[in-house]
């Protein structure tokens, strides 16, 4: 891991208080890593962003998100990341790292699922999450569901 050049601010919000211009910059750095740089077309507006239990964790850096996630609320009580990206030029400070421990902290004790790309399951099993069942393709990309129990 690289170290950080600069300070980067931690940034949570509900949905609900979320400004038009954080929602646009947001979607734009998940549509630059997930549709643009992994060269897949893929329905990242799914509907959840707006719910109004979903949070959504970033850090900045001037003003400008270099790494997401979203946490949702399941209908079954669990919660659920997903869209963790950081931009290309923020890769290896730790940002990832930093907001799952985040989101984990506003999970506590709660059972918490995602659907990890293959290539990070590793990253993820160092925060307690398990793979559940067989890897699966999601748009072209191999991934394995993943469960953090408490």
């Given at each position: 891991m690289r170290s950080q050049p600069f300070p980067a601010t931690l940034r949570r919000k509900w949905s609900a208080d979320l400004t038009a211009a954080e929602v646009y910059h947001l979607l734009r750095l998940r549509n630059d890593v997930f549709v643009v740089e992994q060269n897949c077309a893929y329905a990242?507006?799914?509907?959840?962003?707006l719910e109004p239990t979903t949070r959504h964790f970033?850090?900045?850096v001037d003003g400008a998100?270099?790494?997401?996630?979203?946490?949702?609320?399941?209908?079954?009580g669990t919660y659920r990341i997903g869209r963790v990206c950081t931009a290309r030029a923020a890769r290896g400070l730790?940002?990832?790292?930093?907001?799952?421990?985040?989101?984990?902290?506003?999970?506590?004790?709660?059972?918490?699922?995602?659907?990890?790309?293959?290539?990070?399951?590793?990253?993820?099993?160092?925060?307690?999450?398990?793979?559940?069942?067989?890897?699966?393709?999601?748009?072209g990309i191999p991934h394995l569901r993943m469960r953090r129990s408490r």
């Open positions: 990242d507006l799914d509907g959840r962003d970033w850090l900045e998100p270099q790494a997401y996630l979203r946490l949702l609320e399941e209908p079954d730790g940002f990832s790292r930093r907001l799952v421990e985040a989101a984990l902290v506003e999970v506590g004790r709660t059972e918490c699922v995602l659907d990890a790309q293959t290539y990070v399951a590793d990253f993820y099993a160092s925060f307690g999450f398990r793979p559940e069942g067989a890897e699966f393709i999601e748009d």
